[in-house]
């Protein structure tokens, strides 16, 4: 399986639409779209730190899911 199926995966994993998780990470509609399609709009596959940048805004979401954490109500401290 491939990091786009993967990130395809993981998001219907946890019953999310692409504007649900657009909505929680900045990323829109369309980037995750591309991200779970594997190119760019250049056609050509993302850069390793294209990557790691959406991997970690996905991390803070399964966190958030988790903990049932409103990110709105969160705090810095």
């Known amino acids: ?3 786009s199926q ?3 995966a993981w998001r219907a994993s946890l019953n999310m639409t692409r ?3 657009s909505d929680l990470t ?3 509609p369309e980037a995750i779209y591309l991200f779970e399609r594997g190119l760019g709009t ?3 596959p993302h850069d390793p730190k294209a990557w ?3 991997k970690l805004a ?3 979401v399964r966190f958030l899911k988790h903990y049932k954490t409103d990110l ?3 705090e810095w401290s």
Do not use: D, H, I, V
């Open 26 to 28: 900045g990323y829109s």
């Open 58 to 60: 996905c991390l803070a």
């Open 6 to 8: 993967r990130s395809r």
């Open 72 to 74: 709105n109500q969160w």
């Open 1 to 3: 399986m491939t990091e």
């Open 52 to 54: 790691q940048r959406y």
């Open 19 to 21: 504007q649900q998780l």
């Open 42 to 44: 250049t056609n050509k």
